[in-house]
T-cell receptor
Framework: NAGVTQTPKFQVLKTGQSMTLQCAQD?????MYWYRQDPGMGLRLIYYSASEGTTDKGEVPNGYNVSRLNKREFSLRLESAAPSQTSVYFC????????????FGAGSRLTVL | AQTVTQSQPEMSVQEAETVTLSCTYDTSESDYYLFWYKQPPSRQMILVIR??????QNATENRFSVNFQKAAKSFSLKISDSQLGDAAMYFCAYCYNTDKLIFGTGTRLQVFP
């Protein structure tokens, strides 16, 4: 099925460990996004990529890095995980900046002990 | 800075009845987009309805409609003939000129038979 695929769906890490969340879309979308969802706070933008080869910080970028590997893939890396990064992470993609309709992945639940 | 406020953490409705979820936002822009997203227990973010600020006519999608009051910066969602499958978290979101969505904190809707 066409859409946004995130891996892994669940992950448990110890404080200080690193990991990468993978995201791929097969809709030929130009823009891609990483959000985190915490209880009572809605979704907050971590990083985004308006097009292949560009990335920009969102509202809560500290502790994260991203790579727009190609048009299809946008990864989110935690270099040294902290308990404050326990959250559900969503990847999303859009046709182009300004098209205003995003397709979301199913989410990845990350727990940092 | 743009903000989105959902003042109702939880709402409930009887099956087949009508319920209205509230959303207010703050922006100095005149041309922007507003959205309602549904998040069922599966965590998938599903676009319910989209409103373009330059359009005076309220958007409608089957049983879902909005009451868009631009001057009051209000964007409420009305669900008619509520169904058990409507039970979910509902998020109001705003964006201006890009696809960077700013989300409210969400309203949990319960539907009772």
């Amino acid at each position: 099925n066409a859409g946004v695929t995130q891996t892994p769906k669940f992950q448990v890490l110890k404080t200080g460990q690193s990991m990468t969340l993978q995201c791929a879309q097969d809709m030929n979308h130009n823009s891609m996004y990483w959000y985190r969802q915490d209880p009572g706070m809605g979704l907050r933008l971590i990083y985004y990529s308006a097009s292949e080869g560009t990335t920009d910080k969102g509202e809560v970028p500290n502790g994260y890095n991203v790579s727009r590997l190609n048009k299809r893939e946008f990864s989110l890396r935690l270099e040294s995980a902290a308990p404050s990064q326990t959250s559900v992470y969503f990847c999303a993609s859009g046709v182009s900046p300004g098209a205003n309709v995003l397709t979301f992945g199913a989410g990845s639940r990350l727990t940092v002990l | 800075a743009q903000t989105v406020t959902q003042s109702q953490p939880e709402m409930s409705v009887q099956e087949a009845e009508t319920v209205t979820l509230s959303c207010t936002y703050d922006t100095s822009e005149s041309d922007y987009y507003l959205f309602w997203y549904k998040q069922p227990p599966s965590r998938q973010m599903i676009l319910v309805i989209r409103q373009e600020a330059y359009k005076q006519q309220n958007a409608t999608e089957n049983r879902f409609s909005v009451n868009f009051q631009k001057a009051a910066k209000s964007f409420s969602l009305k669900i008619s003939d509520s169904q058990l499958g409507d039970a979910a978290m509902y998020f109001c979101a705003y964006c201006y000129n890009t696809d960077k969505l700013i989300f409210g904190t969400g309203t949990r809707l319960q539907v009772f038979p």
